[in-house]
């Protein structure tokens, strides 16, 4: 299937704007991650408690009261919203102590029962993590994914050669950084399952880049040996320009779908399904007008032959 006859797209001409765009993205998330001091991190990195209320009656408009009640039990500052659409009236607690047995659940429930004399409500879930258990999370997280690179980096190198696994690996890391810089700059909470989401995105975009790197290395040779290097690869991206649209596009569909559908609850697939969106966008995107100029900057310094 061909969305395009014979495009003639000239990419590889706008890589410099290209690499000042992705330039002011990262900065976007060095200043951001700076002014939020790290990233929002869930229970699973930090420990703590989360508790979570259904009311009787609406509760939207006294979560300050909630938030003011929690803070008086000296648990550290909670974090409370609303779960699921207005009507539930659902709310989260998160704060970040955590005792053995239902001491946090039971004291907040009283504080807050106390505080809601005519609003009844129930107890739905309280979970908790122990801070030692959230950061061996932290740390086996950060080690997945550098390690999911490095054998990356092997795989490419063997079956291309060097430039183009360094080139791959220099898209993957353009595509985590900005993705993790989008949960910096909303401060959404970055959890177990955005790891999971992250090394997703790293199987996507390295399978659209390899698909790209494929016919970059078909170019090399043949009819192809008196074009200069650039208009080779420029010429493989148009070549895989339909494959790359439809690929990401159906891709969209279902993660689109999924980020709407989840959009108003405080479910972490909310979270897990905006790292997705982030990702096949910016993944497609680097496989362009990233991996494949790196491959350019590479070549003039050691030229690369099939």
Same mark, same amino acid.
């Given at each position: 299937?061909?969305?395009?006859?014979?495009?003639?797209?000239?990419?590889?001409?706008?890589?410099?704007k290209?690499?000042?765009?992705?330039?002011?993205?990262?900065?976007?998330?060095?200043?951001?991650?700076?002014?939020?001091?790290?990233?929002?991190?869930?229970?699973?990195?930090?420990?703590?408690?989360?508790v979570?209320?259904?009311?009787?009656?609406?509760i939207?408009?006294?979560?300050?009261?909630?938030?003011?009640?929690?803070?008086?039990?000296?648990?550290?500052?909670?974090?409370?919203?609303?779960?699921?659409?207005?009507?539930?009236?659902?709310?989260?607690?998160?704060?970040?102590?955590?005792?053995?047995?239902?001491?946090?659940? *039971?004291? =907040?429930? $009283? #504080?807050?029962?106390?505080e809601?004399? &005519?609003?009844? @409500?129930? !107890?739905r879930?309280?979970?908790?993590?122990?801070?030692?258990?959230?950061?061996?999370?932290?740390?086996?997280?950060?080690?997945?994914?550098?390690l999911?690179?490095?054998?990356?980096?092997?795989?490419i190198?063997?079956?291309?050669?060097?430039?183009?696994?360094?080139?791959?690996?220099?898209?993957?890391?353009? *595509?985590? =950084?900005? $993705? #993790?810089?989008?949960?910096?700059v909303? &401060?959404?909470? @970055?959890? !177990?399952?955005?790891?999971?989401?992250?090394?997703?995105?790293?199987?996507?975009?390295?399978?659209?880049?390899?698909?790209?790197?494929?016919?970059?290395?078909?170019?090399?040779?043949?009819?192809?040996?008196k074009?200069?290097?650039e208009?080779?690869?420029?010429?493989?991206?148009?070549?895989?320009?339909?494959?790359?649209? =439809?690929?990401? #596009?159906?891709?969209?569909?279902v993660?689109?779908?999924? @980020?709407?559908?989840?959009?108003?609850?405080?479910?972490?697939?909310?979270?897990?399904?905006?790292?997705?969106?982030?990702?096949?966008?910016?993944g497609?995107?680097?496989?362009?007008?990233?991996?494949s100029?790196?491959?350019?900057?590479?070549?003039?310094?050691?030229?690369?032959?099939?």
């Amino acid at each position: 299937m061909q969305l395009f006859k014979s495009p003639n797209i000239n990419f590889i001409g706008n890589r410099n704007k290209a690499f000042i765009f992705s330039g002011i993205l990262i900065a976007l998330t060095i200043c951001f991650f700076i002014i939020n001091k790290g990233l929002n991190l869930s229970i699973d990195f930090v420990g703590g408690t989360v508790v979570q209320l259904k009311f009787e009656k609406p509760i939207t408009n006294d979560l300050g009261r909630i938030r003011s009640a929690v803070t008086n039990l000296d648990f550290g500052q909670p974090e409370v919203k609303t779960i699921g659409s207005a009507s539930d009236n659902e709310i989260q607690i998160i704060v970040q102590k955590q005792f053995e047995g239902t001491r946090i659940g *039971d004291e =907040i429930k $009283t #504080v807050l029962a106390k505080e809601f004399t &005519d609003n009844s @409500f129930e !107890l739905r879930k309280e979970e908790k993590v122990g801070a030692k258990i959230g950061k061996e999370f932290q740390r086996n997280g950060i080690i997945a994914t550098i390690l999911s690179l490095i054998i990356i980096l092997v795989y490419i190198g063997i079956r291309f050669q060097l430039p183009f696994g360094v080139a791959a690996i220099v898209a993957l890391f353009h *595509d985590v =950084i900005i $993705t #993790v810089g989008v949960f910096s700059v909303f &401060d959404a909470e @970055f959890s !177990l399952p955005i790891i999971a989401a992250i090394l997703t995105i790293i199987g996507y975009s390295l399978n659209d880049t390899i698909v790209v790197f494929d016919r970059i290395r078909e170019n090399l040779g043949g009819l192809n040996v008196k074009k200069s290097f650039e208009d080779r690869i420029n010429t493989s991206i148009n070549q895989c320009l339909s494959r790359t649209i =439809i690929t990401s #596009v159906t891709t969209l569909m279902v993660v689109v779908s999924l @980020f709407a559908f989840f959009y108003t609850s405080g479910d972490v697939i909310k979270y897990f399904a905006g790292a997705l969106l982030t990702g096949v966008l910016i993944g497609t995107y680097s496989s362009v007008f990233i991996a494949s100029p790196v491959l350019i900057m590479w070549n003039k310094k050691w030229p690369i032959k099939k």
